[in-house]
């Protein structure tokens, strides 16, 4: 599992910084937030669901929807806008979406996704359907009143979703403890008697404990459950961001406590992995990105003529 763990890591990591590349070139276009550095809490997460559990994510959702199961191709290609993409090219980065692997977006409103990951836990409650709904998000979540009304609720009915916040201590450019009086994120939820886990972001197998133990919790019965995962992004917030709210030497701090070196590293020195194998995984996740991108290139447009389907009229 460990191995795979790591396996994991650099497929987001070598796809992302694909894209920031295409970005560059013009290739993908409109908003691009990389989730490059917070790569351990989609991996070790991801691993601790089932396939009939729900997934809900934010815009920052790339790696979560990879790891879900959605092809790295599919992906690309919704990058690109292009037609074979996963939401046929018209949602971009911000809104990757597969019913099939039960991926359910991709959201770019901050919050957004933590009440239809409440609508989904109380539907999979009331046809009593045994799945976790895993609802990720920033801590930025947690100033808007979509997050106080969610944990309520969820915790009101006792319903089986896993929140799963991911604090890499910045919405945008507002550090938290500019905006909130009250920085313990898992105090807000426990203040609805919803139970808490505050766990490393940074080291992917205490994620994956972690969330094993969180899904445990759902999975009984026990109700909903608030994990935070505590994280950084070593990338600016979006393609458009000239990162004026801090250091970089915060930013090299934290890169040394990067979820790829440090784990490689651990696994090295208990003797599961050797350098020819990383390389090895390595090679392949960067073969995975290079079809994907020829995927994406040889894909569709959208003929203009269909552009006002599935918009406001069935036509
Ligand atoms: C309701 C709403 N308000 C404002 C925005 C603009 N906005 C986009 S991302 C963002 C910051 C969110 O930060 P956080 O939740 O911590 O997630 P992160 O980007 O750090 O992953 C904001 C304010 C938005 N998308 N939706
Ligand atoms: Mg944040």
Known sequence: MTVELLADMLRIRRMEEKCAELYGEGKIRGF???????????AGAMRALEKGDNVVATYREHGHALLRGVSMDAIMAEMYGKQEGCSRGRGGSMHLFDAATRFYGGNAIVAGGLPLAAGLALAAKLQKEKRVTACFFGEGAVAEGAFHESMN???????????????????????LARSESQTDLCVKAASYGMATLKVDGMDVVAVHEAAQRACGH?????????????????RAHSMFDPELYREKSEVEEWKKRGPIHTHSARLKKQGDLTEARFLELDAAAQAEVEKAVAFAEAGTWE?????????????
Request: with cysteine; aromatic share 14%; proline share 6%.
């Open 153 to 175: 609720l969820a915790q009101l009915w006792g319903l089986p979703v896993a929140y799963f916040c991911e604090n890499n201590l910045y919405a945008m450019g507002t550090a």
């Open 32 to 42: 691009l937030h990389l989730y490059i550095g917070e790569e351990a809490v989609a």
């Open 218 to 234: 759902v999975r009984a019965g026990k109700g909903p459950i608030f994990v935070e995962f505590q994280t950084y992004r070593f």
């Open 303 to 315: 003929p203009i003529a269909d552009l006002t389907k599935h918009v406001t009229t069935p036509q």
